[in-house]
């Protein structure tokens, strides 16, 4: 098919675009006409200028065509309207149609009727002989001897209205525009704004009786609404200034989201969030939390270095199914967990050279001790373990304080 008009605008509107082709082409079947196709040629992202953060506003961009072969009748076809405009001629046609310059300051002259007066537009058709003619939209009905040519013109006319006007089209339409930020943008607004005031939830904020004053609150704020002094002010009094930190953290969060294979419902709505490219209304406070879903990941990765660096220097104690007596342990933590054969509880110790003991005990135990505390114990080793994280582990039973 020939190309008929290429062009870019922001992706935001490419539904948009494909909404009004489909009906064009709803209409081109009633009328007998051949249908258009549209492709998206590429995508990429384009600097339009600085927001109150100081950081870069950034469009997502398409470059799409738009093609197809024009309706023929008795092997003549419309390849140009031509419309005054001014001292010269607004010639509207598809990008692969070479014209004569003369079109571009012609009189209003019809080749049929012979006759030069005022008209809001004439026709170029052209026959597959390679002939030319400019007909009169009046005159277009006796010169072909069909009366079928309303739907080459409808043809004609809502083609050159997307003709030269690709580049417009989300102009013409913005106020149907959702409300969208590449993602970049977003997670840097965010972090700057976690940064200098702090994280808040929804649910926080509801239960401060607060609504408006959520991280995502803020970030919408500053992202989807107007440039005015008053959100100037918000940021300078804040000191909300976009940083190669921010940029950063940004970048090392998304980085670590998209390769994150954790399978859970919240993860995998964030990664899919994330992977769309663009915030939009319903993934905004999804977005938003990433900041802090990333940093939590993080401390937990630091936590565990910490362990494994720890765990290197471990060793098992005792002899197994021997009984240790007087060991002097410290508790490190306790955990209660319901089974099949009632509540048991994890007690976590480590002896004075700080390696791991583990007792998998009977009933509740969390009263017994202190986390913290210190005790002297008579303990029979079950086995020798090895974890991942916490290296080498004694399991031990029959534990009695002395």
């Not at 909404?19 to 549209?38: G, Q, T, Y």
């Not at 005159?139 to 209205?161: E, S």
């Not at 319903?282 to 362990?307: F, N, W």
């Not at 020798?384 to 534990?399: A, F, L, P, S």
């Amino acid at each position: 098919m020939p190309t008929l008009t290429t062009g870019t605008l922001q992706t935001w509107a490419l539904p948009i675009l494909q909404d009004e082709l489909a009906k064009l082409n709803k209409r081109a079947i009633r009328c007998n006409c051949p249908p258009v196709s549209f492709r998206i040629l590429r995508r990429f992202t384009q600097v339009v200028g600085t927001n109150v953060l100081g950081d870069d506003i950034v469009h997502e961009m398409a470059e799409v065509e738009i093609a197809g072969d024009a309706p023929r009748i008795n092997g003549w076809e419309i390849v140009a309207k031509l419309t005054p405009l001014g001292d010269g001629n607004l010639v509207q046609s598809g990008e692969d149609t070479e014209l004569d310059p003369r079109y571009r300051t012609m009189d209003m002259k019809c080749d049929h009727c012979e006759t030069k007066r005022r008209r809001n537009d004439v026709f170029v058709i052209r026959h597959e002989s390679g002939e030319e003619k400019v007909i009169g939209r009046n005159c277009l009905a006796d010169f072909l001897r069909t009366n079928k040519f309303a739907g080459m013109i409808y043809w004609a006319d809502a083609i050159n209205a997307f003709i030269g006007g690709v580049d417009e089209f989300e102009e013409l339409h913005g106020g149907r525009r959702e409300q969208s930020t590449p993602i970049e943008t977003w997670v840097r607004t965010s972090s700057v704004v976690i940064r200098k005031l702090g994280w808040v939830s929804k649910g926080v904020a509801r239960e401060r009786g607060e609504e408006g004053s959520a991280t995502v609150d803020k970030v919408v704020y500053l992202e989807w609404t107007p440039e005015t002094d008053a959100k100037v002010k918000f940021c300078r009094h804040r000191d909300l200034f976009i940083t190669d930190y921010d940029k950063d953290l940004a970048a090392e969060a998304l980085a670590w989201i998209k390769a994150n294979k954790d399978e859970g419902d919240y993860m995998h709505n964030l990664r899919l969030a994330c992977e769309a490219g663009v915030v939009i209304a319903q993934t905004a406070g999804l977005v938003t939390s990433l900041i802090p879903a990333y940093r939590k990941a993080m401390d937990k990765e630091a936590k565990k270095a910490e362990y494994r660096k720890r765990a290197a220097d471990r060793v098992w104690i005792g002899e197994i199914k021997k009984r240790m007596r007087g060991l002097e342990v410290k508790v490190l933590g306790m955990s209660s967990h319901d089974s099949d054969w009632g509540v048991t509880t994890l007690v976590r110790f480590a002896d004075a050279d700080e390696n791991s003991i583990i007792w998998w005990a009977s009933g509740d135990k969390t009263e017994e001790f202190t986390i913290g505390e210190t005790y002297k114990v008579d303990a029979t080793v079950k086995k020798h373990d090895e974890h991942e994280v916490y290296g080498k582990q004694t399991v031990v039973n029959r534990v009695t304080v002395k």
